[in-house]
């Protein structure tokens, strides 16, 4: 069973930082692409940031130079540091696990397909 467990999330002002972690029940020791999604009400869920085994990493054009994906394998934890928050950035996020495959894959058009494992979500808030 591979649960994913998410915290991180709250309210915050414009300009603002946060950092999501994710932590994973299991280890993928044949090689893993995780991603953070997000989805806000009435939109799709899109590809936020992936990174994968062989350390590759891939972002959407909304948070380039603002958000960044990390891992310790160590502790089988994901997280997503977000920086310079907009209020378009509100929305719930999601981490999701799967065996390897290239971290683009994430950011592509649906990209949430063939993730077979998530998180609940945690909410994140930007106020103007």
């Known amino acids: 069973q591979v649960e994913l467990v998410e915290s991180g999330g709250g309210s915050v002002q414009a300009g603002g930082s946060l950092r999501l972690s994710c932590t994973i029940s299991?280890?993928?020791?044949?090689?893993?692409?995780m991603g953070w999604f997000r989805q806000s009400p009435g939109k799709e869920r899109e590809g936020v940031a992936g990174i994968d085994s062989s350390g590759e990493t891939s972002y959407a054009d909304s948070v380039k130079g603002r958000f960044s994906i990390s891992v310790d394998n160590a502790k089988n934890t994901l997280y997503l540091q977000m920086n310079s928050l907009k209020p378009e950035d509100t929305a719930m996020y999601y981490c999701a696990v799967e065996g390897f495959r290239p971290a683009s894959r994430v950011v592509a058009v649906n990209g949430e397909n063939g993730f077979g494992y998530w998180g609940q979500g945690t909410q994140v808030t930007v106020s103007s």
């Open positions: 299991v280890q993928f020791t044949a090689g893993y692409c």
